[in-house]
């Protein structure tokens, strides 16, 4: 197994949290986000998009898209720590809160957004982080907060283990924090995250733990 990945994009940290759940080993190659290593052409006939993360499977099957990698690796291995419950409504919990995360707030935060609205559209960095950054974590925590209040979270986001919500979850508290948002008006958000840090899967996938930090 192989997985491309960048130590500072959060879509390769859920990845890398999931492997690590599951136990699972994969042989890392990492593409330098901020030097345009994904807009090469070796790495685009990886993966079209350009972005991180991909994995190959064992068997050589190729997976983009960190959502769909961790269901396949669920669908694939699903004796191995199942990230997902077995309950259909259950499921359908933990998918909403993972692409509240995932598909709401990250997309309108990542290197790509932040780099048009400096280079392109002239937004100085306070204007970035205070005008945009801040206001669509806030907006999207708040859902988040919302949806973890309705009866479903225990310990982590759905009951007492983690499963693809906090996998999704804890990157971006990560990020939120990196760029100084205040987040002390989710404390559900804020305990699940600190339940989350105690585990040694989620540790181990931390941005300053890879080999390729800067």
Known sequence: MKLYDYWRSSAAFRVRIALNL??????????????????????????????????????????????????YLDETRPAIYPLMPRDAEDRARVRAVSQAIACDIHPLNNLRVLRLLGNELGLDEDARNE????????????????????????????????????????????????FGCDLSSFPTVMRINEACLDELAFRDALPENQPDKE
């Open 131 to 178: 005008q945009w950054y801040k206001h669509w974590v806030n907006e999207g925590m708040e859902g988040v907060e919302a949806l973890l209040n309705d009866g479903g979270a225990g310990q982590f986001c759905h009951g007492n283990t983690p499963t693809m919500a906090d996998v999704c979850l804890v990157p971006q508290v990560y990020n939120a924090q990196r």
């Open 22 to 71: 599951k136990g699972l080993e994969a042989e890392r190659e990492y593409i330098h986000l901020r030097r345009k290593d994904q807009r090469s052409d070796v790495y685009l006939g990886v993966n079209p998009q350009g972005l991180v993360p991909t994995l190959i499977d064992d068997n050589g099957t190729r997976v983009v898209q960190s959502m769909a990698i961790m269901e």
